[in-house]
Structure formats: C-alpha cells, structure tokens
C-alpha cells in the first residue's frame, strides 16, 4: 500500500535513496526458465547511468549490479530474483546548504509534510536514482517478452520545442539523446547543452512502441493495458501526462475519422494506439510520455525554509540538463514490466 | 487481478452488463460514521443518466439505485456498502446483427480475443453503463470529502475543435455540455446536435479540480498521486490521454519557467496541478482527460466478421454523440475515489 | 483492505448483513467457460441455507439467489460474477433488548470498538448469514475444479466428544449433521437436539478431503497453499483452530515416522495432507477445522452494557445449537475458492 | 501472487535462497519515526540464528544485517527499509547426491513440479534460512508495537511428548529450547541431544501470546485477525496447525462453558484467545503452532529418483534436530508484522 511494488503477477519492489548505502529491486512472480545473465542486465542499466555522455549528470555511478537470488544455472527459476546496486559516488555535503528549505519543484516539501522528516541529500527515495532499480527488473521482463517475440523501442521525439520528423529506429543509440532522427538529434544535443551552460534544464516528450503484443492482453475495468500503462508512466519521475495512441489529438476528431477500420488483412490505421476497450487489438502499442524539466537548476531561486521564511538559493550538486534523455530505458522498462504483467494475466482467463 | 477493484484502503469493485439483469457496485474500506442517504446517491447517478437530453443517448434509463447493505440509520457502518441498479430500458435486438462481427473502435474484437466469447448485447462489460456503478460509489467518496472540506469540480473544456475560454464553475450545470463557459456551451450543443443528425460522432477534453486537499496525500514511488489518477481516468472507457498540471505543455518549458515558487504566503504558479514528487503539494489538483469520438456512429462502416470475411454493416442502437458529455460526473467521481483512498492511506505514514 | 475479498485471481467480494436488505457477491477474475447455472448454484445453497432441519436454526430463508451478471448462455463469460440473496424473514425485533449490551462470545463489543458504531441486528456483518454468499462464489468454483477432476468433500467428525468413526461419504448428505458415520451421526443427532431444548450449543469439528488435486499448487513462501487454506478456514465464523495432514499429532512424531516415503507407484502415506513445503504434492489435501459452539445460548447470561454497568440478559433469537453442521457446505466453498485461485495462479509458474 | 510478500499497510518482501550469495527482506509501509538501530535488529536475528547452541544445527552463520535503507538518522523515514544478510557457510557440495532424487517431506518433488527445476542446494527457497528475512522485517515491528505497548512473547511449549507444565516467561531466554519451564526444558535437551545422537528429528509446539493489543484490531470477514494470524503461521517452514484461544479443544465444550463473560472490570476467562469475530477484544491474544519433525534425518530412507526409480539415499547436510526450537522468533516477528499491519489498518475505520 505505500507503493513501492508495481505490478500483479510479474511484480517488482524497489528500495533505496539517492545517497544511503544503494537501491535494489525483487522481482517476485518471474517465471522460471528465462535464460538471463548480469551481462544482460548491466546492459540495460548502462543505458540508463548516469556519467555516460556530457548531455546528462556528471555524477560518475557505474550501477553494478548484484545479483543476490533466483537465478541459477543462467536461467531464473521461479523464485524472487533479488538484485541489489551500491551507491559509490555520493556527495551528500553538496545538500548541507539545502537541508532547512524546500526546493521548488521537488519533492522536499512534500515529503515533508507527508513524513515530518525528510533525507535531505539527494532527494532521496524522491531522487530517479530508484529508477535503476526498475531497469534492473525490466531488464529480465525484456528477456521475458523476448521469448515470445514482443520488441519494444523507446526514443525521445522532442526535447523543448525541437521535435523529431523521423522514427528511424536504428539511429537510437548511435546519439547521446536516443532520438530517432539523426538531424534533430544533433539539434536536441547543442541546445540541451546550452542550457547546461545556461544552468537552465527544459522537457521533452519520449514515445514508445511495442510490436508483437498479441490481442487479448489487459483487463476490462479499472486494469485495462491502457490504464496500467499510464499508470506505469506517471510513475515515473518528472512525467506529467500520457497519451495512447492519438491522445489529445483524437479529442478533435469524429468517430468516422477515428475508428480504425479492420479488413481481412489487418488493420488500416492505428489511431487507437493497439488497445481497444483497454485490451490490446494486436496493432502496435503506442504511448507517449510528458517530461518536465528537471527542477534542479543552477540559477538563484527564491523559496521558503522549514520555518515558513522566504529564502534565496543556489543548487550546486550535479544533475541533467534534460531527464527526459535518461528516462528512454526507464519508459522502455516500465513498458516491459507492465506487458510482462499482463502476457501473464492473459493465461488466466480461459477455463 | 480480473481488474473489476479500484482503490486500495477505499475500494470498488463493480460487476454488470449493458444488457444483462443489471449493474452494481461493492465500496469495501468505507470508514463509519459518513452521513450519506441515497436521495444523494441518486442525485449523482442522475447527472450521469442516459435520457438526460437530446446531446446524449436516447436510451432512458432512470438509473434508480437500490441500497443493499453497509448503512444503517443515515450512516456508513464501516462494512461494506453494496447497491445495486437494475437494467429496464434493454432493446437486445438492436445488436443481433452485430453478433458476429468487429465493430470499429470497439471491444468487440479485443473481447472476443480474450475470452474466447462475447455478450455482443450492446458491448456488455465493455459498455460505459457499466461507470454507473463508480457514479454510485464515487457519491459516498464524496461525502467523505465534504466531511474534509475538499471539493472537486469536473466539466468539459473541449468539443472537437470548440473550446472554452472561460472556468465559471457556477455555469456548469446549467447547460446540457456541462461546460464552465455559458457561450461556448450552446457553440458546442448546436455542433454534437449536428453530428448526431449526421450520425457522426466527436471527442472532448474534461477538466477537473480538486481544491482544499492537504499536502502529503500520494505514496512516493509507484503509487503516486498522479500515477495512480492517470489509471483513475485511463481507467474510464473512452480515455485515450491525461495531464497533470501543464502536462504536455511543461515539455516545452524551461526549468526557470516551470518551477513553482514557493513565497511564505504560499505558491506563486501552479505549473504542477498540486502534485510534487507524486504527492500532493496543498495547490488545486488539476487534471486534464482526452476522451475520443464514441466508436457507435451510424454511418456505412466496413469491418471483418468472426470467419475473417469483410462486411459493411450499419449501426441501429442508441448512442451518444458526444460521450465526453456524459464523462464529466464519472470523471468526477473516479477523482473523488483517488482522493479518498489516498486520504485514508495517508494515516498510516506516521508511528 | 478492509477484508471482504478473498482470493488473488478468482477473486469473491461478499457484502451484506444479516437483517438487512439482502447480500450478495461479486466473482471476479472467473475465467470464461464454465459451465454453470442457477439451479446448480441453488442446490449448494440449500445445503446451507437455515431451516432446513430441526437440528439447525429455524429461522426460514429460502436464501434464494439472483443471478446479476457474468453468465450469458450458461456459461461464464469472464466478466464478473454478481449474485444477489434478499433476506426475506427478518425478525428485528428480537434484537431491540440487546441493542445496549455486549453478548458474550459475539463480536458486538469488537464491531462497537472498532467502528464507534454498530449494527445490532442480528450481528449485522458479523452474522454466519454472510457466509450464504461464499457458498455461492463457491459453486462456480466448484464447477471450475469438477472440469478439472478435483472432488471436495467436507463433513462432520465430531460434535463435542462424540466423535465418527468412518469416513463414508456416500452417507454425508442422508444425515441432518452430515456425519460420514451413519451411526455416530444418530448420536450427534440426539445431543444437538438435547442441547438445544436445554437452550444450550455445542462445538464440532469438520474435515475437508480435496482429491485430485495436481501436484504444483501453492506458492513457495507467504502464500503457501496450507497458509492460504488456514486463512480461508479462519476467516469462516466460528472457527479458532486449522490443521494440515497430521497437524498438532504430527507434532509427537519423529522425523523418521513423519516423512511420507515415495515409491515408484506413490507416497506410502499421507501425513502431510497433500502439502509439502506449502506445495501440493498429488496426494489428498486433508484439512481439519475446529468450530466453537455458537456463543447464542437461551441461558442467563452476565455481561456489560455500552455504559460499562453489569447486566444480566436472555438470549430470544432464533439460533443454530451446533454451527459446525452448517459449516459443512461453507468449508467446502472456501477449500474450493482456495483450489480455484491456485490452480489459476500456477499457470504463471513458468517462462 | 507469487507470495514473497506479506501485509497489507505494513508489507514485507523477502528474497534469498540458502546457498546463494544471500538473502533479504524490504519493508515498505513502514510508518515514520520508529527508533531502531541495526544493533536492535541484530540480536533478534542472533536469537534465530544456526550455531548458536548444540540443539540447533551447526551451519555456522554469523547472519550479519546490511542495513541498506529507510532509517536515518537513528529513526525509520517512511521509505521502504532495505536489509541484506549474506551467506557465508555455504557447503553446497552436500548436497550433490541429492540433487537427483526426491529427499520425503522436502519441498524438492513440489518444487520441480511446480517449477520444472529447482536449486537442489540446501532446498534453496524453500529453506528455512529465508525466515531469517523475516525476524530482520518483524524488528522493526517490534520495535513498533513497543511505542504502542504492545509486548509479545513466544516460546516453546512441546517437544515430543514433553510438554511445559508452567509459563514463566523469565526463563524463556535462560535455556537453549527457548521453554518457560526451567526444569521441563532440561528434559527437552537431552532428548533432543539423543535424537541428535541418533540422527532423528522430532516436533514441537511454539505458544505465542501478545498483550497490550487494543481492542478493535482485525478486519471483520475474510481479513479476521484470527485469519491472518493463521496464514502467518502456516507461511512458517514445517508448520501443520495452529489454533487461536482454546482452539480445538473448544470444539467439546458447551457455548455456556466456552462464552467468556464480561464484567465491568474485563473479561472472566479467555476462551477465545483475545479475539471475537475476528477482531481483537482487549485480552491477550494465544496463539499455538504446530511444528513438524525436520525431514533432514541421517538415517538411510527411501524415496524416488527424478526419473522415477526406486533409490535409497542418506542426508549428510547440517541440520536441525528440532526445527520448533528456531521457529520461536520466527512466531514472534510474524506475530509481530500482523499486529503491525492491523494496527496501522485500524487507523483507517472511522471517518
């Protein structure tokens, strides 16, 4: 009940602050027999860490996986695996000038108000260091859909109002902002580090497509895929909105221009995003996910204190220019965990 | 798991068909001691009641809510609160050419994947009769609120193209859109009646506004205030996208511009529709949902039957033009819900 | 949260009170296909239901069920699974003196603790009449395991000291306490009618046999499937005492009397009733429940009042002198809910 | 669902298997402000822990707790609480002769069966190793309660045929069975140390009794306090029964012997072990708990191959003579979690 679990039946937990001893995850409900190595996961998780390019913090974390239980002999077998990444490179006195004010735009006063009592460094369980975690248990829930011929691909479409033309897929990982268009990519890059000069941060918007995903998945009601989704999306730090498919442009439409027409063959549009009625139609799953800038700014601010005085500040800890760029594994591993979840679902609702 | 249970320490869980002998609804988790009678339950179903008007679906249903267990002398007991609401006004006919095919935009086919079987009787489960039932549970949630001095206000800011330009709350109930700006209004009355004389059909955007929440409701990882709303309202059939705060717009800001000062007599903007690190931060929640054109037009369609053969086919049943309409009082009620379950949860924070 | 749910995937929510209007029961997470209709729900009703002899009480429900939703050509759709029972012969009044007092051995003073508030007619939510719904839920389940070649029996082995012999089912249902020793069953006869003119009650035991049940079911840790028969036994009321196999005797065994020895052709015996590391093995499931004698007894009584003042009372309702006999059906329904839930659960063990 | 996971409010997540790199445990839920300090945690794990006397089996693990995160400062802050115990007595070579064969009363043929593989090493999940995880979970509990005067108290009561005549909670820690009869637990000793001797095993009977428990705990149907109790126990390695106040020995008597009567100062006796209707009534809650022999003898036995021959085999691991004797702070910390999570759970009855 306080929410650091997600998911039913593939179901992960996450623990760990941004400046304690490390974070960790189990993933209860993994099926036995996927075949799954550290390799594979530190993978995952190297796409995610932080130091990896100058677009994102410098904060120099290798996030070296440990693996504590459930898998043997390469292959997971049934029972919790449990993984666990140590915090090497803290600097927590950088937060000593910080420990008495809420910061704008973070968690701090909030947190705050919820625990009377906040860990001050870092921001964190509030810091997306905890997203590693989730990269962790994607990383086996990937394997997982591989098995059953499911791909996902996450990229970042626009950062600010630069917004990418193309959905060149094989461009991805070859720029340091994982957008599909290589053009715009080089764009997104030079501004995002402008910005970082600036000491200023800006949003930006990541898409994800899943293809493969059989119809049948998701559960009418309140579970539709659809809402677990945007669920598993504004979980995630700094999102702010989600949409399926056309989204908010749909609101604009009429049924005769929205209705995506099935012919023997398949369908002729995909307006719906894959999922009709909450559960997947076999088209392509679709999302998009609303990014805020990151609330740490190297600019003076003002603010209050914990006594309720105005103060003015200044951040000086390291931190992204554009978390959107670092939220692509994040989005594509929330993807993978909730399609695990609901491929599993799936097998119960036959007699 | 089925998906039929929202909420954890304030739960619904609904059961019942368009068609079938009826619908209803189980509020387990209701604290004793809310005075609710259900003169003031039906007052809410009848905002959400079909037959209402000419903008929304002639089917007349009254809706009539019959009280079945959990209040005893003008109160909620603490045990759970079952009603249930009979279906009278069912023309099953109206869909016996629909039996054996697809339905565009539907759930016909996504239903038929899953379980192997579909009640085609006027989408069954899939139908949005089936928000009655949260209408009903949503009223007692709404008592509770009223007891913690908060309110919520939900009302339609866009039909297709039109939107409102105007938040005057005391307009709302005095057209049939339920739109906060009287002008606009009658502009999009006179636009759904022209569909609806065209057959066509057309989305909208709901906005709703929750004001007087404390600061600290929301759990900080996976079951964020926002996280969890975005599942409230993706949960709602029809939904295709939700924001928070400035949501899609905040990707285009900088951090400078988005940030929420916080000045000792409190916020400055509310950038982040009340919603800080997944918690609620003591501004309005605000909340923005995409609802697409209903799928049931009465226009020419082609589709696939259950053999895999193509077929046109035209739709006979009853149908609203504007299904966006008719979401406002289940938007309303799906944040009422939220909102009380993270009330309640949020007791458990302290020792 | 608040516990009127039980089961992971094939999931009963029961509501509802003793006098009040009716009570009910959602199914959800019922697979599609099972066969099953209304007469055959009924006929394990009546197996419950009060009146049905003079050795239970005489309060006279038909405990007739409405069928609301989730069954559409006599098979389960997948949907929910709602079920209405009305009451029909209440009699409040008999209650009116009680209104102010705490009866002994029943929850008035806890329900009264708990919610500042209580429902006092006949014992509200506390009443066994809740259990008529469980049954219901129950019969599906039932059916769902008849498919697959599981068999439940229940039956009385003891009332007070007079315990059966034999476990010959094919006399359970010829017998009003349903004593698979047709002889012992004659006995337990005549003492529950003695008591009961002596105005007294009586405590019994009653043992649950499930059959063929594969090997595989129950998950490995917290929910065990001996964990979670414990806790659907428990939660029926009355009950203050569970055991697997052997149970408590096993508790003077040497290891090497204890482990059940596999042999080519199977186990030798059956100490561990079925479960082995909270697992089922392919043996017989064997569960034994003990049941208190039924606190209502037509005997002075002392106890306190609201005000906390001494009060000596009398008992007018009308009351089963030996629960444990129409416990029979209800330890069978949840032992099939229990199968039901893991059997589905364990279609997600493996990649 | 797949049960590494117990509680509602306040949950534990446990991972690990026996001769893996380590096993651990997250509370999440867990409210606060608790002081606790990893020393405090420490000795409840050194009261469990193997090697610590020679009745108990001679794996020699320091079971050293790594804090990982959620207190700070001395104090628990409301984020989950992250712990990692090490394995550091590993000898999986024992256990190569038996990793082809079903050793009886194991969980080796349900694990295989339910898993179609299994880590042979040391019964790996299925160890009662992963209970240490839970004494680390139950201190912070513990230490919970203990802000809200709550004490409990568990200890042996039957090793054998030995049974404890008397309930002096002082000696409790003062002998190696953990028995509150000073002079019965000698004798249980020694016939422990003979069956050591002979490479048997034998059963026991932990009691457990909490006092202090306010009245009002317990959800009223399926979530009774009874209930949860119930799955606790039977969620412990090796336990077949577990009865809550008089338990079956109630089932012989009459409602007017078994009613415990209130009186303006309390209640006169307390038959039903502090709990009616399935919530707490203010007395001490009793619990028992029936704990079979080890199936680990060192005597030759028979059993079935993987390929289902006939095969005679013998155990040459380290074992428990007396598996009950550990079990006591394993009873304790469960105890501990469920009053814990009902406790935080009753906070949310009243509006």
């Known amino acids: 009940?306080?929410?650091?679990?997600?998911?039913?039946?593939?179901?992960?937990?996450?623990?760990?602050?941004?400046?304690?001893?490390?974070?960790?995850?189990?993933?209860?409900?993994?099926?036995?027999?996927?075949?799954v190595d550290i390799e594979y996961i530190q993978s995952k998780l190297d796409r995610r860490r932080p130091g990896q390019s100058d677009v994102v913090t410098p904060r120099n974390e290798k996030d070296q996986v440990h693996l504590m239980s459930g898998i043997f002999q390469g292959h997971t077998t049934g029972t919790p695996v449990g993984m666990v990444i140590y915090n090497t490179d803290v600097r927590s006195q950088d937060y000593n000038n910080l420990k008495d004010l809420f910061r704008p735009g973070h968690a701090d006063y909030t947190y705050y108000k919820k625990y009377g009592f906040r860990d001050y460094r870092g921001s964190g369980r509030?810091?997306?260091?905890?997203?590693?975690?989730?990269?962790?248990?994607?990383?086996?829930?990937?394997?997982?859909?591989?098995?059953?011929?499911?791909?996902?691909?996450?990229?970042?479409?626009?950062?600010?109002?630069?917004?990418?033309?193309?959905?060149?897929?094989?461009?991805?990982?070859?720029?340091?902002?994982?957008?599909?268009?290589?053009?715009?990519?080089?764009?997104?890059?030079?501004?995002?580090?402008?910005?970082?000069?600036?000491?200023?941060?800006?949003?930006?918007?990541?898409?994800?497509i899943a293809s493969g995903v059989p119809a049948g998945l998701g559960?009418?009601?309140?579970?539709?895929?659809?809402?677990?989704l945007a669920k598993a999306m504004l979980s995630i730090n700094a999102v702010k909105g989600v949409e399926i498919g056309d989204g908010f442009a749909c609101t604009e439409l009429k049924g005769s221009e929205n209705n995506d027409v099935m012919l023997p063959d398949g369908y002729m549009t995909n307006h719906a995003g894959g999922i009709l009625g909450g559960i997947s139609n076999g088209n392509d799953i679709v999302v998009r996910v609303a990014i805020k800038p990151a609330s740490s700014i190297k600019k003076d601010q003002n603010t209050v204190t914990v006594d309720g005085g105005a103060v003015e500040f200044n951040i000086t800890g390291r931190h992204d220019p554009c978390v959107a760029v670092r939220a692509v594994p994040v989005v594509e591993a929330m993807m993978a965990i909730t399609l695990t979840d609901h491929f599993l679902r799936r097998r119960c609702n036959l007699a």
């Open 1 to 35: 009940m306080a929410g650091s679990s997600f998911g039913e039946v593939f179901k992960i937990t996450t623990f760990g602050e941004s400046h304690g001893a490390g974070i960790g995850v189990i993933v209860d409900g993994c099926p036995s027999g996927i075949p």
């Open 219 to 228: 559960e009418p009601v309140f579970d539709k895929l659809s809402a677990d």
């Open 126 to 208: 509030a810091s997306a260091r905890e997203t590693a975690a989730r990269v962790a248990g994607g990383a086996i829930a990937m394997k997982f859909l591989e098995m059953n011929n499911i791909t996902i691909n996450a990229y970042l479409i626009s950062v600010g109002k630069i917004k990418a033309q193309k959905r060149d897929l094989s461009v991805i990982d070859q720029n340091k902002v994982r957008c599909p268009d290589a053009e715009i990519a080089k764009k997104m890059e030079e501004y995002i580090l402008a910005l970082k000069e600036e000491g200023d941060s800006i949003g930006g918007v990541v898409e994800v």
